[in-house]
């Protein structure tokens, strides 16, 4: 409902989700099923990788979690850091969970101009995945800064960013930051 600009019912919907629940794609390695491919092209094939990205500075946050290692990428230049969010073919990923509702009441708080409600819910995620607190940011600009950071951080490599990019541009400013 975000997405379609009903933040009042989207407000109602992710109120009705706790922190921890999750909502997968299946994915298996038996025969006949759908193996996780992610996993082959981020381990196996080396196609994508941390180095040169947003994260490859990050290496204290629980929800982006990487190695670097002594191999090369596909194109056998490119460092290749290992995403390790999965590591099996078999590894489910999550296609909506509590966390991103508390990002969406986070978001939702920040538009309203509650930046400290906003650091509350960014809090709330932080302490599920066990991470020190953020302080309140000084500004409008510094808080949507902050909002972006934990919206990519909690949802990385799980394919909502696009829409997150075209929403906040809509917003204009500082959300675009």
Do not use: C
């Not at 990050?58 to 290692?69: E, F, G, L, M």
């Amino acid at each position: 409902r975000a997405w379609l600009g009903d933040w009042n019912a989207a407000m109602n919907d992710a109120d009705q989700v706790p922190i921890d629940f999750q909502y997968d794609a299946i994915f298996t390695t038996n025969v006949g099923g759908v193996a996780n491919d992610f996993v082959f092209e981020t381990t196996t094939r080396r196609e994508f990788t941390v180095f040169n990205t947003m994260w490859e500075d990050v290496t204290n946050d629980a929800r982006v979690v990487w190695q670097p290692t002594e191999l090369l990428g596909q194109d056998g230049e490119t460092p290749f850091y290992q995403q390790l969010k999965w590591l099996n073919q078999d590894a489910d990923v999550a296609l909506t969970k509590g966390t991103e509702m508390r990002l969406l009441e986070a978001e939702n708080a920040l538009r309203n101009g509650d930046i400290p409600g906003m650091v509350a819910f960014l809090n709330e995620i932080r302490g599920f995945y066990g991470m020190d607190e953020v302080v309140e940011p000084s500004g409008s600009a510094a808080a949507w800064e902050q909002m972006h950071y934990d919206r990519y951080a909690t949802l990385w490599l799980e394919g909502r960013r696009l829409h997150d990019m075209r929403r906040w541009d809509e917003l204009g400013g500082d959300a675009r930051a």
